[in-house]
């Protein structure tokens, strides 16, 4: 399959594209600085903006699906990057969409010090990617919105576990960034993430 990456500059987008690209999928990247990303076979560097609904839609163009690892500390990046999907996905007809997205938007299910670590030091970014979920539910898309517990660098162990809804989210909670490309790149086929929310786990 050919991939649309946003992100794929940051931590875990780095390791979607490589995953992707030994798994035999084709990629473009979507990136503000083309030189941040080494050209090799199967990959694609494309210089835009992931905000710009132009920019996206003709990145989308030919491709199967879009995955975007997109992150940011504050404004509105998540949910324009997002309506800019929403809106490339009229004009291309690719519906296929997985987004990766945080733990710490489930207040709910946050136990009572990781409600309080996410408000004091990420608020800015759980107000944005909640903003950007709420427009992908309104959304006619094929979407998979992954909600990764506390990312960690450490190396791909293989083990991902899916948890209830039931589950209480800690901040002890961790999953490595290669075990959450991994994830994500399987839920593409996977139709039993469609239009779904999923909590993943180390």
Do not use: C
Not at 74 to 93: E, K, L, P, Y
Not at 118 to 143: H, I, N, P, Q, W
Not at 176 to 185: G, Q, T
Request: net charge neutral; hydrophobic share 45%.
């Amino acid at each position: 399959m050919k991939l649309l990456v946003l992100g794929a500059t940051g931590a875990t987008g780095r390791l979607v594209v490589d995953q992707a690209l030994a798994a035999g999928h084709t990629v473009r990247a979507l990136v503000r600085s083309p030189r941040k990303l080494d050209a090799r076979p199967g990959l694609e560097v494309v210089a835009g903006q992931a905000t710009d609904a132009g920019d996206v839609t003709q990145a989308m163009t030919g491709v199967g699906a879009v995955v975007s690892t997109l992150g940011a500390t504050g404004g509105t990046v998540i949910t324009d990057a997002t309506r800019a999907v929403i809106s490339g996905a009229t004009t291309t007809g690719v519906t296929r969409f997985v987004e990766l997205s945080s733990f710490a938007v489930l207040r709910e299910r946050l136990s009572a010090p990781a409600k309080l670590m996410s408000s004091t030091a990420m608020g800015a970014m759980v107000k944005d990617k909640a903003a950007a979920e709420d427009a992908l539910r309104a959304s006619d898309l094929d979407y998979t919105l992954v909600h990764a517990v506390r990312l960690t660098n450490g190396p791909a162990t293989g083990v991902t576990e899916q948890l209830p809804e039931s589950a209480t989210l800690r901040m002890a909670d961790t999953i490595s960034r290669a075990d959450v490309a991994a994830w994500m790149l399987t839920a593409l086929n996977d139709t039993t993430t469609s239009r779904r929310s999923v909590v993943i786990a180390g």
